[in-house]
T-cell receptor, first 112, second 116 residues
């Protein structure tokens, strides 16, 4: 069965520092992979997605993610974090019927 | 541009009461979904509807029923609410079957339900 694991429940980084959020997936075929962000009290917004081709994908708000098939990973990165990036981040894998299977989420706090 | 609209945004119920969460989308999407979000659990799929007239169970369907009323609307019903159903519920929609696939789900703002 498909599954997604986000090993880090909570991460704190200083403003201006780099960020990497980890995501590991389990899926039999070539996966469709997504990162979503959720600001407090809001719904989820798509940051970026991977379907095929170039394994480094660019998203909105300066985020990027790299698909590594050998490691079953799809880690999210940002070179320099802004205070407004504080939110909860969800990795997801696409399943049959258009469904998404989500990870547990990683809460990001940003120190001034 | 409304996108996905959920009502109500907040609701408090007593154990055993029933209620329906309403969801409507104006993007002409064919697929709609209900998720619940609980701390440390991420989002778990309750039910989904791949197209008008069809519904399927997700990971956690017990205690819920759904109705795909038409292409725009997808409701979630709790027949006899239990404290374990205290959660934040999200409706989402997507356009599936497209080539290439878009894959993106568009989410409502959520409905916070408390069952006492």
């Amino acid at each position: 069965a498909q599954s997604v694991t986000q090993p880090d429940i909570h991460i704190t980084v200083s403003e201006g520092a780099s960020l990497e959020l980890r995501c590991n997936y389990s899926y039999g075929a070539t996966p469709y992979l997504f990162w979503y962000v959720q600001s407090p009290g809001q719904g989820l917004q798509l940051l970026l997605k991977y379907f095929s081709g170039d394994t480094l994908v660019q998203g909105i708000k300066g985020f990027e993610a790299e698909f590594k098939r050998s490691q079953s990973s799809f880690n999210l990165r940002k070179p320099s974090v802004h205070w407004s990036d504080a939110a909860e981040y969800f990795c997801a894998v696409g399943a049959r019927g258009g469904k998404l299977i989500f990870g547990q989420g990683t809460e990001l706090s940003v120190k001034p | 541009n409304a996108g996905v609209t959920q009502t109500p945004k907040f609701q408090v119920l007593k154990t055993g009461q029933s209620m329906t969460l309403q969801c409507a989308q104006d993007m002409n999407h064919n697929s709609m979904y209900w998720y619940r979000q609980d701390p440390g659990m991420g989002l778990r799929l309750i039910y989904y509807s791949a197209s008008e007239g069809t519904t399927d169970k997700g990971e956690v369907p017990n205690g819920y029923n759904v109705s795909r009323l038409n292409k725009r609307e997808f409701s979630l019903r709790l027949e006899s609410a239990a404290p374990s159903q205290t959660s934040v519920y999200f409706c989402a929609s997507s356009q599936t079957g497209a080539r290439p696939p878009t894959g993106e789900l568009f989410f409502g703002e959520g409905s916070r339900l408390t069952v006492l």
